[in-house]
T-cell receptor
Framework: DVKVTQSSRYLVKRTGEKVFLECVQDMDHENMFWYRQDPGLGLRLIYFSYDVKMKEKGDIPEGYSVSREKKERFSLILESASTNQTSMYLC??????????FGPGTRLTVT | DAKTTQPTSMDCAEGRAANLPCNHSTISGNEYVYWYRQIHSQGPQYIIHGLKNNETNEMASLIITEDRKSSTLILPHATLRDTAVYYCIVGDGGSQGNLIFGKGTKLSVKP
């Protein structure tokens, strides 16, 4: 079974803090993704990566950066957390487009 | 923007078939139809995909109309655990293509 794990299920941070969300997959997938999910807005793509050290902006990259130093790990970074970044963050990985595997999500609250 | 249109919500009686419609009138020839679902507080889960032929797996069946402008996901014997948001997505299947999640259909399976 493919496993995508995320470092935390719940996280509470203060405004202005630097936040790291980690995602690890164990199936040697080339492509990895970060989404955020908010009520009424569905899933929105923040960043994705199709290879080590490669990254591409998604639909809402502002306020975020990413790092992919190893194939299995894709990190989402909030340089200076703000309250409007309170959300559910979902990581996913895949090889073929139709079978995208998601992690359990991290619910981040910024106070 | 999502290229699909789905009803916001549907109800289904436990044990009955759940038929979830999706319109994708602007689908192009090389685009697949994918279905995912998201159970509350979990990441989305891949269900099934198809190009133009009907498809069946252990979870569901996918019926695609001949003109490919619409499709129906069928859960043959819905259970309470099938209560979830179901997403219909079209994409070209390329390994670097992005899946755009719309708002989906909230399926409630009732006893």
């Amino acid at each position: 079974d493919v496993k995508v794990t995320q470092s935390s299920r719940y996280l509470v941070k203060r405004t202005g803090e630097k936040v790291f969300l980690e995602c690890v997959q164990d199936m040697d997938h080339e492509n990895m993704f970060w989404y955020r999910q908010d009520p009424g807005l569905g899933l929105r793509l923040i960043y994705f990566s199709y290879d080590v050290k490669m990254k591409e902006k998604g639909d809402i990259p502002e306020g975020y950066s990413v790092s992919r130093e190893k194939k299995e790990r894709f990190s989402l970074i909030l340089e200076s957390a703000s309250t409007n970044q309170t959300s559910m963050y979902l990581c996913a990985s895949r090889t073929q487009a139709y079978e995208q595997y998601f992690g359990p999500g991290t619910r981040l609250t910024v106070t | 923007d999502a290229k699909t249109t789905q009803p916001t919500s549907m109800d289904c009686a436990e044990g009955r078939a759940a038929n979830l419609p999706c319109n994708h009138s602007t689908i192009s020839g090389n685009e697949y139809v994918y279905w995912y679902r998201q159970i509350h507080s979990q990441g989305p889960q891949y269900i099934i995909h198809g190009l133009k032929n009907n498809e069946t797996n252990e979870m569901a069946s996918l019926i695609i109309t001949e003109d490919r402008k619409s499709s129906t996901l069928i859960l043959p014997h819905a259970t309470l655990r099938d209560t979830a948001v179901y997403y219909c997505i079209v994409g070209d299947g390329g390994s670097q293509g992005n899946l755009i999640f719309g708002k989906g259909t909230k399926l409630s399976v009732k006893p």
